[in-house]
């Protein structure tokens, strides 16, 4: 959780801490990191946030720095960044805190090279390159923000191929702005469009883009060059298709199952007519239906069933897509019942599974956490300590008490009497 020198964690504990403070398991986590980091590695920063000096979300900042920093800062290495910023970290603006941090980390490297690295390549210690894509920051508007670091070669000839399905689209008649169709090319490219002629005729590329839509329980029909499809989208119908946008203020709307967010039923039309897209269109699944295997091994149509009633993972306040969930047994399925003559005390049914993140399921199953199912959807836990939880589609609800005021203690501040 924190660099060299911080003490260790239980795993597990991490989990309840998060659920009594409110926030995810992750978030509990990186809590805990930053105070461990702050008390034993930046011990001058910790005295300034407890004098009210540094706030402590800034203090948290350093802290993420320290932690993440490649290579990892050694214990000296933390202590030189302490005693550079403690001093100032409540007095300048963030920008000038997260350059005086690079700088004072990068002298501190300057200052103790490895004895082991060799100086003629140094500059490949650490390599730059990456793309990253933040899938936690949705836009409204429904974007995502993209980053990167290339190799110069690479990113020249992204460049290029970018820039000439950019004038492609002109040429077609796009009436988009450059970056627009430079972001729009960018998810062509993604979707392997390099081999597609983007001259061809409108009808021909309509009638490729037609053979890519199916129906359930249909196979998709290759394209004319042979290229599988570059994006799926799958429909559960859940709209009449003759809606008018006119109905509501934004029209229509759907709700996208990859990054949990509501969007424009236009904005759905325009995925599903992107070439090489392979369209899948789904009836409606009853979520309140009891559906049943006899064995342990889920089912295909009960895991989707259940996929889609929960959303995410059900621990209290997590918010993993639960397609990326294992799918628990909330009782657990007994593999010696049948050979030894007893009823199956957690039957593979709807009402007795559930989705859970792979930590969360681990712990349940490894800790004293426990929970069961009230209604379709709707889930009560109870913590090693006791604390009760109940966690639905509206999010995370703590069921217990509140401790009453203490009566000794301090009042707060009185309104002034009238005379």
């Known amino acids: 959780m924190a660099g060299e020198g911080a003490p260790l964690v239980a795993e597990f504990c991490v989990?309840?801490?998060?659920?009594?403070?409110?926030?995810?398991?992750?978030?509990?986590?990186?809590?805990?990191?930053?105070?461990?980091?702050?008390?034993?590695?930046?011990?001058?920063?910790?005295?300034q946030v407890l004098a009210g000096q540094v706030p402590a979300w800034r203090a948290r900042s350093v802290a993420e720095t320290t932690i993440h920093s490649s290579p990892a800062l050694t214990r000296e290495a933390a202590g030189f960044v302490d005693s550079q910023v403690a001093a100032v970290a409540g007095r300048i603006g963030q920008a000038q805190l997260d350059r005086l941090l690079a700088e004072t980390i990068r002298r501190y490297d300057l200052a103790t090279a490895d004895p082991t690295a060799d100086p003629e390549d140094g500059y490949l210690a650490v390599d730059p390159r990456h793309v990253t894509v933040d899938k936690d920051d949705v836009h409204y508007a429904g974007t995502l923000h993209l980053e990167a670091d290339l190799d110069l070669a690479d990113a020249l000839d992204l460049d290029r191929a970018v820039a000439h399905h950019a004038a492609v689209q002109t040429a077609l008649g796009s009436q988009l702005s450059l970056d627009a169709r430079r972001a729009k090319a960018l998810g062509e490219l993604a979707r392997q469009q390099t081999a597609l002629d983007l001259h061809a005729d409108r009808g021909g590329l309509e009638a490729r883009s037609a053979r890519t839509s199916t129906t359930e329980g249909t196979e998709a029909t290759d394209t004319a060059d042979d290229l599988p499809a570059a994006r799926e989208v799958v429909i559960h119908a859940h709209f009449d298709a003759s809606m008018s946008g006119e109905q509501t203020v934004f029209g229509p709307t759907g709700r996208s199952e990859n990054g949990q967010r509501l969007v424009l039923l236009e904005q759905i039309r325009s995925w599903c007519a992107d070439s090489r897209t392979k369209v899948t269109i789904k009836p409606v699944i009853d979520l309140n239906a009891q559906l049943t295997a006899p064995d342990y091994d889920i089912p295909d149509r009960i895991r989707e069933q259940v996929q889609l009633r929960d959303r995410t993972?059900?621990?209290p306040s997590c918010t993993r897509p639960a397609r990326g969930c294992?799918?628990?047994?909330?009782?657990?399925?007994?593999?010696?019942?049948?050979?030894?003559?007893?009823?199956?005390?957690?039957?593979?049914?709807?009402?007795n599974l559930a989705c859970l993140c792979r930590f969360h399921h681990?712990?349940?199953?490894?800790?004293?956490?426990?929970?069961?199912?009230?209604?379709?959807?709707?889930?009560?836990?109870?913590?090693?300590?006791?604390h009760r939880y109940?966690?639905?589609?509206?999010?995370?609800?703590?069921?217990?008490?509140?401790?009453?005021?203490?009566?000794?203690?301090?009042?707060?501040?009185?309104?002034?009497?009238?005379?």
């Open 15 to 47: 989990a309840e801490l998060g659920a009594v403070l409110g926030i995810s398991t992750t978030a509990a986590k990186k809590l805990i990191g930053h105070a461990l980091e702050l008390r034993h590695r930046l011990p001058r920063l910790w005295g």
């Open 313 to 315: 993972c059900v621990f």
């Open 326 to 351: 294992d799918i628990d047994h909330i009782t657990a399925y007994d593999h010696h019942a049948e050979a030894e003559g007893r009823p199956q005390p957690g039957p593979t049914r709807t009402d």
């Open 362 to 386: 681990r712990l349940k199953t490894h800790s004293a956490w426990n929970y069961d199912m009230t209604a379709p959807g709707v889930f009560e836990w109870t913590s090693p300590h006791g």
């Open 390 to 419: 109940r966690r639905d589609h509206t999010g995370t609800t703590a069921l217990d008490p509140p401790d009453p005021p203490h009566l000794s203690a301090a009042p707060g501040i009185l309104r002034p009497r009238r005379p």
